[in-house]
């Protein structure tokens, strides 16, 4: 099926997306805000705020987005599998059925990890259904890899998730070795800050996603909680 898309070429992918903030709308599994409805009033709001797209996660969610915003979104479908570590869109199911429900942008693991269907055929997928094709890389190897394939867009998405402990800030040496090579490098993963947005786009980020810091409100709610409790309490004033 190819479905006409309202940003069917590159030069208008780029004059929606270039230099704009995408919001990725994925409240935490089974949370209170892990609810269609809310997920699509977070898209709302985000478009309100200034973002330039959404990213969403699930196709029967993505069409309760897609009838409340313009921007184009990026559409994904997670997975815990027991065969492969590989999580973000791994089955063409999935990308048939995003496409279907209004992506305009599938993302997908592209990382050099055991996976139930090639890289290659995921992406002639996306290809088949008119959307364009976004790589969620974890390293300069996958992202170039990604690239050469034919990905569009090329993310530092699954950096510092593909073992070991996750750091604590964003990858900006890779954002800023993949700008150089590829022209449309979304920097995306622990982005927290309007400052970690301006160093992103420093490196050469064409777009930026955050996720956590805008949809995630348990987390950012734990951030300033324990912020609380980190410093020595100010002495109460004398009666
Ligand atoms: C590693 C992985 O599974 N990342 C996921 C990809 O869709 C999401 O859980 C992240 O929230 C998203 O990438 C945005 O990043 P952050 O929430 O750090 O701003």
Redesign the pocket.
């Given at each position: 099926m190819t479905r006409r898309r309202a940003f069917d070429t590159l030069a208008a992918l780029d004059r929606q997306m270039a230099a704009r903030l995408v919001v990725?709308c994925?409240p935490i599994d089974d949370g209170p805000l892990d609810r269609h409805d809310i997920v699509a009033r977070f898209a709302m709001a985000a478009v309100v705020g200034g973002a330039g797209a959404i990213?969403i996660?699930g196709a029967e969610r993505l069409a309760a987005v897609r009838s409340q915003v313009n921007v184009p979104i990026i559409g994904?479908v997670?997975y815990d599998l027991d065969d492969s570590p590989v999580?973000?869109t791994p089955f063409i199911a999935d990308v048939d059925a995003l496409i279907a429900a209004g992506a305009d942008i599938v993302?997908v693991d592209a990382t050099a990890r055991p996976r139930p269907v090639a890289l290659a055929d995921l992406l002639a997928a996306i290809r088949a259904g008119g959307a364009w094709a976004m790589a969620?890389c974890s390293c300069e190897e996958d992202a170039l890899a990604a690239h050469a394939l034919g990905f569009d867009i090329i993310?530092t998405?699954?950096s510092?998730?593909t073992g070991g402990a996750v750091p604590d800030a964003?990858d900006f040496d890779l954002i800023a070795a993949l700008a150089a090579q590829v022209p449309r490098v979304m920097a995306?993963?622990?982005?927290?800050t309007p400052a970690d947005v301006v160093l992103a786009r420093a490196a050469g980020a064409w777009a930026v996603?955050?996720?956590?810091?805008?949809t995630?409100t348990e987390l950012v709610t734990q951030w300033f909680a324990a912020a609380m409790t980190a410093a020595p309490a100010h002495a109460s004033p004398a009666r």
């Open positions: 990725s994925q990213r996660e994904i997670k999580r973000i993302a969620d993310g998405t699954l510092g998730y964003a995306e993963g622990r982005i927290h996603t955050v996720g956590t810091a805008i995630r």
